[in-house]
């Protein structure tokens, strides 16, 4: 007997998502197959944001629907143009309404197929594609996707039209310094605070805690074997009546240990060696909650002609010390940067290559996928490599940067990628005025509350985890190909429990947003006067004291051509996305059942309190902290 079903498609909103292509639909139940049907009602059927009715006949009921299948022909005598499709919704004769969410752009001569969006699990259909194959950037850093271009990407993953020009305005404006100021969109608050006080004792605490990096202090119980510093070195430093190792024992003293960049390799720049330092820093807590240097030693191995720097010296030798110190600082972000960016590639990859779309946690990890594929291929293109801009205008130049994230990756641990236990492990949960932790804290607590009512939804038992080839794939493919198979890094290579995999899409969510956020968004901020954030050293770090004055601090300077173009990658990278799609704003409606769309909107409503109470403190504040605000944050790596 006949069956009639009643196909709508919906047309994405963006700029050029139609298309005047043709478009043929399969359907598949547990009782035949459709024949391929063209989607036709004679007249413009996939305008940008329409959505259109069709029939499509079959000569007996299809009985459970298991799956649709578009396919896109080009017409022959027009161009080629992508389409986007949004979702396909299809009345079955039984009056059942079954959702088909897509949200993906489809190119010519393209064919996929879309599970219900129940998210069930029970049957794999997901066939890893050639064009997400797995490839190496460099060896020892995690892999990457196999495209070398950006318009070698697939149409799904690359930049939309508005994000297109965006991007390439950008990167024309920032080859001019000057024209950079003009559009200046950052917090002109903060940069001329940086101006006025870069130098100060107490910002520079600051910075380790707030600016673009704080990944690097930790509590110091014991001081280092290498640093040559005592309790009567630092004892003026401290309050009256107590001591170093007093002082150690109540938590009150903290060390940075740029121990990763000794023995790097440095270049030529302009004709000229450049230097770099590996510094250890170590850091007192006044009773007024100041975070205050109080020494420095530049090298790792102490010696006559590696002296300990201390704010006493002469004015000029302690600026001198703190100065290599944010060279360090600034070479290290970058590597961490940069690492956790190649990660979320990792996470997307795999994702692409395991989870089907109607997976449940291929809807839950997508829209944090958003342009991460494309914003990579960008960075190992023009910014890293032997002629990408953050490698000319480093002292380290491309084999010493490619050789620290080398050894940031082996120092990477699951702990480290997981925001309270990274806290607690570097005995940073008592330290005052640390907004990157309580704002982070709290972003990981929401994140993961929502994470737990999804997963919860959808996962009864751990035995549904267990039983789960494809999200066990998923997460055997980030341990071998993002984590190298170094099962020192604690990062899960199966999933056994519902709580673990809590955990880790917690942990893949925050470090797409938040994390990203937070090392990203404040690069122009704290970088843009170029002293604070110098990528290189023009002389060799001092190895005495007393000799330094003015022109000397002036000459360790990195020449200004250089300065200038490292400062137009900061200002690139932090500039707000022209398209940007806020942490836990989903437009495109994956999930289509009443229980997860209420717990998007839960989520939701917690977020925007949150970000009212950010807003409201940082009133008070001189320097305000924004970078984990959720209003600035991005769902993804997309910029």
């Not at 920032?174 to 003009?182: E, F």
């Not at 703190?322 to 795999?350: G, I, P, W």
């Not at 997981?418 to 990157?436: A, K």
């Amino acid at each position: 007997m006949e069956a009639i079903y009643d196909v709508e498609v919906t047309t994405g909103s963006m700029t050029h998502a139609g298309t005047f292509d043709n478009i043929f639909i399969t359907l598949i139940g547990t009782q035949g197959v459709s024949e391929r049907a063209k989607l036709d009602s004679y007249g413009r059927d996939f305008k940008t944001g329409m959505k259109v009715k069709y029939k499509v006949i079959t000569r007996f009921t299809l009985a459970n629907l298991l799956l649709i299948r578009l396919e896109k022909d080009n017409l022959m005598f027009l161009p080629e143009n992508d389409w986007f499709c949004s979702l396909v919704n299809v009345r079955t004769p039984e009056k059942d309404v079954i959702h088909f969410p897509c949200y993906r752009w489809m190119a010519e001569g393209e064919v996929i197929e879309l599970r219900e969006a129940k998210g069930l699990y029970t049957v794999n259909l997901c066939v890893p594609s050639s064009s997400s194959r797995w490839t190496e950037f460099k060896t020892g850093l995690p892999q990457h996707a196999f495209f070398q271009e950006p318009l070698s990407l697939p149409s799904v993953v690359r930049f939309s039209f508005t994000k297109d020009m965006d991007s390439a305005f950008n990167c024309s404006t920032a080859k001019n310094y000057d024209i950079i100021w003009w559009f200046c969109y950052y917090n002109l608050l903060i940069i001329e605070y940086v101006q006025l006080h870069w130098m100060d004792d107490d910002f520079f605490g600051y910075q380790l805690l707030n600016g673009s990096n704080p990944m690097m202090l930790r509590r110091c119980t014991e001081l280092p074997l290498n640093f040559a510093v005592t309790n009567g070195m630092v004892q003026p430093f401290l309050e009256s009546g107590t001591s170093l190792t007093l002082e150690m024992k109540q938590g009150n003293i903290f060390l940075c240990d740029y121990k990763r960049l000794a023995d790097l390799p440095t270049q030529f720049i302009n004709g000229k060696q450049q230097y770099v330092a590996a510094p250890l820093c170590l850091l007192y807590k006044n009773q007024v909650g100041k975070l205050l240097p109080i020494a420095i030693q530049l090298q790792q191995q102490a010696s006559e002609d590696n002296p300990v720097f201390l704010p006493s010296d002469s004015e000029y030798d302690w600026q001198l010390a703190k100065l290599c110190v944010r060279n360090a600082d600034c070479l290290e972000h970058q590597a961490s940067f940069y690492l956790r960016t190649h990660l979320a590639e990792t996470f997307t990859v795999s994702l692409m290559r395991n989870l089907p779309a109607a997976h449940p946690i291929h809807k839950l990890l997508v829209p944090h996928t958003r342009y991460t594929l494309q914003i990579n291929t960008l960075i190992r293109n023009r910014l890293l490599g032997p002629v990408g801009a953050v490698t000319q205008s480093t002292s380290i130049g491309d084999e010493g940067m490619t050789n620290l994230i080398k050894k940031a990756l082996s120092d990477l641990t699951y702990s480290s990628l997981c925001l309270p236990e990274d806290i607690s492990d570097r005995g940073l949960q008592s330290i005052p005025n640390f907004f990157y932790r309580d704002d982070g804290l709290r972003l990981w607590s929401f994140i993961n509350d929502f994470v737990r009512s999804m997963v919860e939804f959808y996962y009864q038992s751990d035995s549904d985890v267990q039983q789960d080839t494809e999200l066990q794939d998923w997460i055997k493919e980030i341990f071998i190909h993002g984590f190298l198979e170094q099962s020192s890094t604690g990062i899960p290579q199966c999933f056994s429990t519902v709580e673990e995999v809590i955990k880790c899409v917690t942990m893949v969510i925050f470090t797409v947003s938040a994390q990203h956020s937070a090392l990203r968004a404040g690069q122009f901020d704290y970088g843009s006067w170029f002293p604070n954030a110098p990528g290189s050293l023009k002389q060799p770090p001092p190895t005495s004291k007393g000799s330094s004055d003015k022109n000397t601090l002036l000459d360790i300077l990195p020449d200004m051509n250089t300065s200038a173009y490292l400062v137009s990658v900061f200002w690139l990278l932090s500039k707000p996305s022209s398209d940007l799609v806020p942490l836990g704003q989903y437009p495109e409606d994956y999930f289509c059942q009443m229980a997860p769309q209420k717990k998007i909107r839960d989520f939701q409503a917690e977020l925007s309190f949150f970000s009212e109470s950010i807003n409201d403190r940082n009133k008070g504040l001189q320097v305000p902290y924004t970078y984990m605000c959720p209003d600035n944050i991005s769902n993804s790596v997309s910029i």
